[in-house]
């Protein structure tokens, strides 16, 4: 493995890709990059956040971390039916949510609120007074977690979006043990922070690529260590699930669909596939199948797609 890996995006459909664009920019993410395809009646769309002080400010889309890949399906925004699945109900539970990490929460959950966006829990909601989790247009959570101490945000009437990171997107999975060989043996994450939870049963695990990623030795009870990072991968484990033979996690591209995985940008495309290859991985497809032949997919113990793209800076392979 090389240190030119990074976690690039996680994939949302939406519904409407007009409503959903206006929330995310709400939230300070920029359109990168759009891709249409109307022979195959879609569209992508590439957000992050780009103001001067981001961490990947005038960086080409491949070439950086924290990344959302809204993908709209053409025809949906008309049928009154069509609803992205959210990963969070029953029976279909998998993925769980993205997360922003915000200088001001409070400021920052009241400006959401302000705007007439809904809220799965406030900040005031339950025992965890550190976080909240908003609700796009599609339903999916968006976590939110500050920076700073509660105490010395409580007062502050103002946030700025400009200052925002797409810090994690956090996924439930069967057998954490598989998981983490998968993550950290075949894709090369690395384990920043484990947070054990044995009165509620459950587990949580952040893995990145751990280029500069230096986690705090201690932080405060109400900042999460982890906050200030981008393209994160959370990993939710709830105990006994690798115990039960008919347990499975949706994998959000079976009916009914909803977040796509997440992508992984190499520095050599080729040589990677080659080397998942020996390592024996399960495809979903391989780089020469179907009709775009600059991508493959990986799939992990639970089935959730790992996208494997090339980077365009290092080397290039498509005018994208």
Request: charged residues 25%; glycine residues 8%; aromatic residues 12%.
């Amino acid at each position: 493995m090389t240190n030119d890996l990074l976690v690039q995006n996680t994939r949302l459909r939406v519904k409407d890709p007009e409503v959903s664009l206006k929330f995310y920019s709400f939230l300070g993410l920029s359109l990168l990059k759009k891709m249409d395809f109307p022979e195959q009646k879609f569209s992508l769309y590439f957000l992050a956040y780009d103001s001067p002080t981001a961490i990947s400010h005038g960086a080409h889309f491949t070439d950086r971390e924290g990344v959302i890949e809204l993908t709209h399906n053409h025809g949906t925004e008309n049928d009154p039916d069509y609803r992205p699945n959210n990963g969070n109900v029953e029976p279909h539970r998998g993925f769980g949510h993205i997360c922003v990490s915000v200088d001001n929460i409070q400021a920052a959950c009241k400006r959401v609120a302000d705007a007439g966006y809904g809220f799965q829990k406030r900040l005031e909601d339950g025992r965890m007074r550190n976080v909240a989790f908003a609700l796009d247009p599609d339903g999916y959570w968006v976590e939110i977690v500050g920076l700073k101490k509660l105490e010395e945000t409580v007062d502050v009437e103002t946030t700025d979006p400009e200052t925002y990171r797409m810090n994690h997107s956090m996924f439930r999975v069967k057998d954490i043990q598989k998981s983490l060989s998968f993550y950290q043996e075949t894709i090369g994450l690395t384990l920043l922070k484990t947070y054990k939870l044995p009165a509620a049963k459950f587990d949580l695990y952040f893995l990145g690529y751990n280029y500069n990623k230096v986690v705090p030795e201690a932080t405060p009870d109400d900042v999460i260590p982890v906050a200030h990072f981008e393209g994160l991968l959370e990993l939710t484990y709830n105990y006994g699930t690798e115990d039960d033979p008919s347990f499975a996690y949706h994998d959000g591209n079976s009916e009914p669909k909803g977040c796509g995985g997440i992508c992984i940008t190499v520095d050599d495309l080729d040589a990677a596939c080659a080397r998942f290859d020996g390592l024996n991985v399960r495809w979903r497809k391989r780089l020469a199948e179907g009709e775009f032949n600059n991508i493959a997919l990986l799939l992990d113990p639970d089935g959730y797609s790992v996208e494997v793209v090339q980077n365009e800076r290092i080397k290039k392979r498509k005018e994208w």
